[in-house]
């Protein structure tokens, strides 16, 4: 007989932790694991090792909300972030519950038995685990492929071609002339780490530019009061400060989009040569959160251009050559070594493939209830972290909502709940809306969203909190049921 959990989780990264302190925190009687493919935790603090790794948002909201973030410094590396997830796990017994080498391969819900049959990959043997209930940690990247257009002439340039998920431990560029190929958070960090860490000359090549805002990488308001009051109270007062400004910085840019598209101009030409043309490689045609963004602590990537050593063009690839690039405008960018910097795909649930009494179920053809489980879906929910502020405030939303419907369902003896269909009156919407590239070229993978709540998503932290810690539960938009014995 294999194996039963009462909830498996799977990945241990953020939100597969902040899922198991939950469970341990509001429903400590249940038995869980959690599964993990990869043989160390943090998710995509592990899958990524390029330089400058570091959050792409403020480590106040960044962190859990059960251990908060109490330095002064506003962003962290990829090595701190990941030591302070090791500190998370052993603080709260979640380390000896994580099942490293354990891939998801199918999850199979049993109508008879109201409970989910996992398929799951452990060194080369499959094994079953049984569940009542399945919380999707994973993220929506892929881990094992990454976006990779195919340019022309890329067979013939003599030196190293690398994307950013794929960075090799002990590659050497020192000295070297690197062409690093995006506009998004990875070109933006990896541009003044490259510069900084001994690269002869850093260009970062952009079809069309993207809008970069600024962060003190330490607050002094932060660390006037990490001074002066406790330090949880501190750490409180910070991470509200912060959620409070992002929800602001964003609606003014939904409202006023031309009023902060000048701001974050301003702010670019303020810290470039005179001479430098803001408007072609900082100004998108797009609006301010169209797409997410990226941001640029203490104005590093400026700093780097500001040296010499690192410039941006905005120009279209024509082909690569044996000594580097050759652009539309005709003009040759030579080149050591050309990082594609150029996005990731999205994979949701990790690839698993998910089953009812066999026949699979595809996610584009569900609506998403309150952006966590599937309509039709028994017993599964999944995290899908905000677009416009710091994943983890949704993740640990997620996690509570998941405890408040299990122990609702343990309150009343119900073995089963599962989203109902929305009605005719509910328009379909896009599950993430932001116009990245990314995002565009996986929508017909992703669960659909809707226009009328609970199917309609807020992208707003404080809304959304109110909704999943007092919302009521036994909603009619569930059906909760007891298993036929």
Not at 79 to 86: D, E, F, G, H, V
Not at 181 to 210: D, K, Y
Not at 318 to 333: A, I, N, Q, W
């Amino acid at each position: 007989m294999s194996e039963y959990l009462d909830v498996a989780v799977v990945g241990a990264g953020i939100s597969g932790i902040s899922a198991a302190w939950h469970l341990q925190r509001h429903c400590p009687s249940k038995s869980y694991a959690v599964l993990e493919r990869r043989h160390d935790l943090g998710g995509t603090w592990d899958l990524f090792r390029y330089p400058g790794i570091r959050s792409d948002s403020d480590m106040f909201t960044f962190a859990f909300r059960f251990k908060p973030w109490t330095a002064d410094t506003t962003i962290a590396d990829g090595a701190t972030i990941k030591n302070y997830l090791r500190e998370t796990v052993a603080e709260s017994g979640i380390a000896d519950r994580i099942r490293y080498g354990h891939r998801l391969v199918a999850a199979d819900w049993s109508e008879a038995h109201a409970e989910w049959r996992l398929t799951v990959e452990r060194d080369g043997e499959t094994i079953e685990i049984r569940c009542g209930f399945l919380i999707a940690c994973s993220g929506y990247y892929d881990y094992d492929d990454a976006y990779a257009p195919q340019f022309p002439g890329t067979e013939s340039f003599a030196g190293p071609i690398i994307h950013p998920q794929h960075w090799p431990t002990e590659l050497d560029y020192e000295g070297k002339k690197i062409a690093v190929i995006g506009s998004g958070a990875t070109a933006v960090t990896l541009v003044p780490a490259l510069v900084a860490s001994g690269a002869g000359h850093v260009t970062m090549v952009q079809r069309s530019p993207g809008y970069i805002g600024l962060l003190r990488s330490v607050d002094p308001v932060a660390r006037r009061l990490n001074r002066l009051l406790p330090r949880r109270a501190a750490a409180a007062v910070n991470r509200w400060g912060y959620i409070v400004g992002q929800i602001a910085v964003y609606q003014v840019s939904r409202r006023f989009p031309a009023l902060m598209r000048r701001a974050l101009m301003r702010m670019a030409r303020r810290r470039l040569p005179e001479d430098f043309d803001v408007v072609k490689h900082f100004g998108p045609s797009y609006q301010p959160w169209d797409q997410r963004l990226c941001l640029a602590p203490d104005g590093d990537l400026f700093a780097a251009l500001n040296t010499g050593r690192a410039d941006v063009v905005t120009d279209e690839i024509e082909t690569f050559t044996p000594t580097g690039v050759r652009l539309h405008s005709g003009d040759e960018l030579p080149a050591d070594m050309i990082v594609t910097a150029t996005g990731l795909n999205l994979r949701l649930f990790g690839g698993a493939e998910i089953r009812r009494d066999g026949l699979r179920i595809s996610p584009r053809d569900t609506v998403a209830y309150q952006g966590m489980m599937l309509s039709g879906v028994p017993n599964l929910a999944f995290t899908v972290g905000y677009s416009n502020a710091s994943w983890t405030l949704k993740a640990d939303l997620v996690s509570e909502s998941v405890c408040r419907v299990l122990k609702h369902m343990d309150a009343h003896g119900f073995d089963t709940v599962v989203p109902r269909e929305p009605g005719p009156h509910v328009q379909e919407r896009p599950l993430v809306t932001q116009i990245s590239g990314y995002v565009q070229r996986a929508l017909g993978q992703l669960p659909r969203a809707g226009s009328h709540h609970p199917w309609r998503l807020h992208d707003n932290y404080l809304l959304d909190s109110v909704l999943s810690r007092r919302g009521k539960v036994d909603t009619r938009h569930l059906l909760f049921s007891r298993r036929q014995t």
